[in-house]
């Protein structure tokens, strides 16, 4: 059940009271949204694809354009229904659902420490999942898949801000360095991170890059 409260109060981490409600900002609300309907697109146009790929085995999906960026190879590997469902069947739920969050946020609602922490629980798995998704596409599959790119920095990009969102609320301890960055900088880790997995991406195909 949520509760209004100013939209500022998620910016009030040291002096939120145990197990108080928090908000968040119009800026992260428009984050949450954003993101998810990228990777609420991105699973998408990946499952309708599928669909084609079990209808046609010659179908080509737009975004196998190159030996390194084949999207056919990555939805028909085994790694793509990783839960015996394809993978981006499990995205159109979870994004949906963080869209879901992000609109009642808008509404000016605050939610107590055990939803944050649950909801930043699922974005844990979503990164988790994802990383393991990467490590499989560069280093097992051999291939790149555009749609999927698109759905890892929106996975990203999510997880790093709720976590700095709850760090900051007090929800997650840390001291007070920690969140007195975590509240003026929340975007560098995000920035690093997809910048190491963007390294990744060109150390492990350079001389297709470079060629």
Same mark, same amino acid.
Request: charged share 10%.
């Given at each position: 059940?949520?509760?209004?409260?100013?939209?500022? #109060?998620?910016?009030?981490?040291? @002096?939120?009271?145990?197990?108080?409600?928090? &908000?968040?900002?119009?800026?992260? %609300?428009?984050?949450?949204?954003?993101?998810?309907?990228?990777?609420?697109?991105? $699973?998408?146009?990946?499952?309708?694809?599928?669909?084609?790929?079990? #209808?046609?085995?010659?179908?080509?999906?737009?975004?196998?354009? @190159?030996?390194?960026?084949?999207?056919?190879?990555?939805?028909?590997?085994?790694?793509? %229904?990783?839960?015996?469902?394809? @993978? =981006?069947?499990?995205?159109?739920? $979870?994004?949906?659902?963080? !869209?879901?969050? &992000?609109?009642?946020?808008?509404? +000016?609602?605050?939610? =107590? +420490? *055990?939803?944050?922490?649950?909801?930043?629980?699922?974005? /844990?798995?979503?990164?988790?999942?994802?990383?393991?998704?990467?490590? #499989?596409?560069?280093?097992? !599959?051999?291939?790149?898949?555009?749609?999927?790119? /698109?759905? *890892?920095?929106?996975?990203? !990009?999510?997880? *790093?801000?709720?976590?700095?969102? @709850?760090?900051?609320?007090?929800?997650?301890?840390?001291?007070?360095?920690?969140?007195?960055?975590?509240? #003026?900088? =929340?975007?560098?880790?995000?920035?690093?991170?997809?910048?190491?997995?963007? !390294? /990744?991406?060109?150390?492990?195909?350079?001389?297709? *890059?470079?060629?």
């Amino acid at each position: 059940m949520t509760t209004t409260a100013p939209l500022d #109060e998620a910016h009030t981490g040291a @002096n939120t009271p145990k197990g108080g409600a928090v &908000g968040a900002s119009r800026a992260f %609300s428009w984050m949450l949204i954003v993101t998810a309907a990228a990777g609420l697109l991105a $699973a998408w146009v990946i499952t309708l694809d599928k669909f084609e790929l079990l #209808e046609d085995k010659d179908f080509k999906p737009a975004c196998s354009i @190159n030996p390194v960026v084949a999207c056919g190879n990555i939805m028909q590997s085994d790694q793509a %229904s990783a839960f015996g469902a394809p @993978n =981006p069947m499990i995205g159109l739920v $979870a994004y949906g659902i963080v !869209i879901c969050v &992000g609109v009642t946020l808008l509404t +000016r609602a605050a939610f =107590p +420490r *055990w939803y944050w922490l649950t909801f930043n629980a699922g974005c /844990l798995f979503g990164v988790g999942f994802v990383t393991w998704l990467q490590y #499989e596409s560069l280093y097992t !599959i051999g291939n790149l898949c555009l749609w999927c790119c /698109l759905a *890892w920095v929106a996975t990203i !990009i999510m997880f *790093w801000y709720v976590t700095a969102h @709850n760090v900051r609320s007090g929800f997650l301890p840390a001291p007070a360095a920690v969140r007195g960055f975590a509240d #003026e900088f =929340p975007w560098v880790v995000p920035v690093l991170h997809i910048g190491v997995i963007g !390294i /990744l991406v060109l150390t492990r195909w350079w001389d297709f *890059w470079t060629g």
